[in-house]
Structures are given as structure tokens and as C-alpha cells.
């Protein structure tokens, strides 16, 4: 299977460099913005057909290079298509920030060390910072369509590298954890040797409240500061919830051995299925990237040997892991408590929500079962005291 992960290396440009750079992009947004005007008026997307009408004008009104040219058009196609994929009808595109798409080896390349980047004078050969980024270099790695960034004056190439990497098979699966999203826990996990981990979201709880009455007190002001004010805020709050969600996953796959299976849940849908919650609590509920964590958990668990599913998530916080019970009051929401109703099994409910997810992963294994073979005792361990696992604000 292929791993599709972007790489963000920064650039670094000499004064001369960076107003190529700085040049180039004005161009090729100016670029954009004409060619999206063009395909809201006429409808097409076809890419041959903008070729014939606009090229010879990209060249001549923008100083675009044969190949920026190109890239322009099958850049604003792209993001019409996606448009009219996601709203269903013509809405007008803007490109208000400045990006450059490159064509690995036709853009932009590696030569003697150096990234050579194309611009509207010709390639110009730029160092760039390595550090974290040697993995990426070693070969194996293929460099996609990258995009040159200009953000707070430093320069970025953000780069898709992909990777084919050997699957994990059912039949090798020695491990199943079961992982429980949610909002005082952030994740709560459970494995086949009974060993539970909790990832509190109890400051993360706290942070996002912050954000979130500074933005309110942003809006009620209204003035042109405070708006700019409230975008920078927005990038943030994405860029501190990325970071998060990438330690939590990170912690989570390396908790566990290779050949693990990850049974996570699917909060698809999530945000229909709490417009029932209060509205000042459902901002708490919906909001935090869930997707996004489960994401980066299946990628990060194929690249260290081992392999996720997502499964439906309900019922897991109401049902006994011990003698499949399930009744709404075996929850206590306030306290957190799960009390079986029939064995009178107690626990965390997050706990529970884990257990049962490992349940079912042991169930997905079961399901085609003369397929695989796996250590004797390896899925029925009895749970052992619970353990706690932190993470940075």
C-alpha cells in the first residue's frame, strides 16, 4: 500500500532570491484569479479547451514561464472541481494567498544539494533546512506536487512524499488496541494485555475555552484589527490542534508493539448527533478534530508495522465488555462511571468505551478466523491496574 505524508521543509533564499520568489508568486495568483474569472463566466473546465483561449495571454499580459502556464491552468480546474464537488454549484474562486504549485522534476528538483526552484527569470538554486527531514531524502521517499509558501516573512516548500509500503496482514496481527476518542480524555486506549492508557484533554479543555472567548470578544468588537486579529487566531488554534493531534498519535502507536491492530472509532456524522447537546456545550463537543487524529493514527501505525480500522462507535460506552449488557443507564455521564446493570462490572466509562472497541476489533479478527493464527492467550489477558499517559499543552 502507498503512505502519502507532506513533508515542510524550509527554504532559504538570499535577499536576490526571495524577490524572484516573492515575483513569481504575484504572478501566479494574478494568474489564477484571471483564468478563475474566465471559467466562472464560460463554464468549462476543460483543460485543452482554457489552453487554447488563455495561454498565449498567461505568457504575454503575466510573463508566466511555459510551465507555470500549464500549472495555472490545472491548478484553478482542480479547485473548481472541488468546488462543485463539495457545494454543487458555481461559486466564485479567489486565490488571495500567494502559492506556488511545482511539478517535482519539472518545477522544481534536487541538484548537488541545493532545491532548484523555477521562476519567472529561470531556476534559481536555494538552500533549505534538512533537520528532521533526512528520512525523506533517503530515496525510497517519491516527491509529489509540491507548494511554495510565504508565510510571516519565511519561505516553505510543503511537499507530498509518498511511500509503498508492505501492508500488515489479519493473519499477522499479534495485538489489538482499542481506542476511545473523546473530550476529557482526548484518547483512551486499551490492548490485549489489559493495559489501559488515558491522554487527558483536561488542558486542552481549558486552552480551547481561551481561544474561544477571545474569539467571541474579537466578533462582538468588529473592528478591521480585531478581524485580522481573528484570523491569526484561527491559523493558531489549527496549527496548536495539528501539533496535538500528532503527539497524541504519535504516543499512541509507539505505546504498542508492531503488528498491532488499532480499532478506532468512526465520528462520522458526530456533529448531527450532538445537536441535541446545550449550545454552550456543543462547541466542546464537535469541534475538536477527531477526524483528523484517526488519520494520523492509520498512517502512522502503517509506517511502524502494524494497521488500523474504524469501526461504529455506538453503544461502546453503554455495553458491559464482560457480559455484553447494554442498557443507557449503565452510564453515569456526570461522574464518569460505568456500573453493569446484570454483572455489576465497574469502570471509567472511557475505559469501557476502549474495551468494547477492542472487543470488536477481536470480533474482526474472528470473523475470518481460519485466515490467521495468533498467539494463544493473546486476545483474553485479564485487565490489569490502569496506567496514565500525558501529553504536551
Request: charged residues 25%; contains cysteine.
Amino acid at each position: 500500500m502507498q503512505v502519502t505524508l507532506t513533508a515542510k521543509v524550509k527554504i532559504l533564499p538570499n535577499d536576490k532570491q526571495a524577490g524572484l520568489l516573492e515575483k513569481t508568486l504575484k504572478a501566479y495568483t494574478d494568474a489564477c484569479n484571471h483564468v478563475s474569472g474566465f471559467v466562472l463566466r464560460s463554464h468549462s473546465l476543460s483543460v485543452p479547451a482554457l489552453n487554447k483561449a488563455l495561454y498565449r495571454e498567461l505568457r504575454d499580459v503575466f510573463g508566466l514561464r511555459s510551465q507555470m502556464a500549464q500549472s495555472v491552468l490545472k491548478t484553478v480546474t482542480a479547485r473548481y472541481k472541488s468546488v462543485l464537488a463539495n457545494e454543487g454549484k458555481w461559486l466564485d474562486v479567489t486565490f488571495k494567498s500567494r502559492e506556488y504549485d511545482l511539478v517535482w522534476n519539472r518545477d522544481y528538483s534536487i541538484v548537488a544539494g541545493l532545491f532548484s526552484v523555477n521562476t519567472l527569470e529561470g531556476r534559481i538554486k536555494v538552500r533549505f533546512c534538512v533537520g528532521g527531514m533526512e528520512k525523506y531524502f533517503d530515496g525510497v521517499w517519491r516527491f509529489g506536487t509540491a507548494k511554495l509558501v510565504f508565510r510571516k516573512g519565511k519561505w516553505f516548500l510543503h511537499i507530498p512524499m509518498s511511500k509503498e509500503m508492505q501492508a500488515l496482514e489479519d493473519s499477522d496481527v499479534s495485538n489489538v488496541t482499542g481506542i476511545d476518542l473523546g473530550v476529557n480524555f482526548l484518547a483512551t486506549s486499551y490492548d490485549s494485555e489489559g493495559n489501559t492508557a488515558f491522554y487527558s484533554g483536561k488542558r486542552i479543555k481549558h486552552k480551547r475555552a481561551q481561544y474561544s472567548k477571545t474569539r467571541k470578544q474579537l466578533q462582538k468588537r468588529g473592528t478591521p484589527s480585531a478581524r485580522r486579529r481573528l484570523k491569526q487566531i484561527g491559523s493558531r488554534e489549527n496549527r496548536w490542534m495539528h501539533d496535538v493531534n500528532h503527539c497524541v498519535s504519535k504516543a499512541l502507536v509507539d505505546s504498542q508493539p508492531a503488528g498491532t491492530l488499532f480499532v478506532i472509532e468512526d465520528l462520522t456524522g458526530i456533529r448531527n448527533a450532538t445537536e441535541r447537546v446545550r449550545i454552550k456545550d456543543r462547541y466542546v463537543s464537535v469541534s475538536w478534530a477527531f477526524f483528523d487524529l484517526r488519520k494520523k493514527v492509520e498512517y502512522k501505525a502503517t509506517l511502524a508495522g502494524s494497521k488500523s480500522i474504524a469501526v461504529d462507535p455506538r453503544y461502546t460506552s453503554q455495553t458491559c465488555p464482560k457480559c455484553s449488557y447494554i442498557v443507557k443507564a449503565n452510564r453515569d455521564k456526570k461522574k464518569h462511571i460505568f456500573s453493569c446493570g446484570c454483572c455489576g462490572y465497574t469502570s471509567n466509562d472511557d475505559r469501557i468505551g476502549a474495551m468494547n472497541l477492542h472487543n470488536k476489533g477481536k470480533n474482526y479478527l474472528s470473523a475470518v478466523a481460519e485466515k490467521y493464527t495468533l498467539p494463544q492467550g493473546a486476545l483474553s489477558a485479564a485487565p490489569r491496574c490502569n496506567a496514565t499517559a500525558g501529553i504536551p499543552a
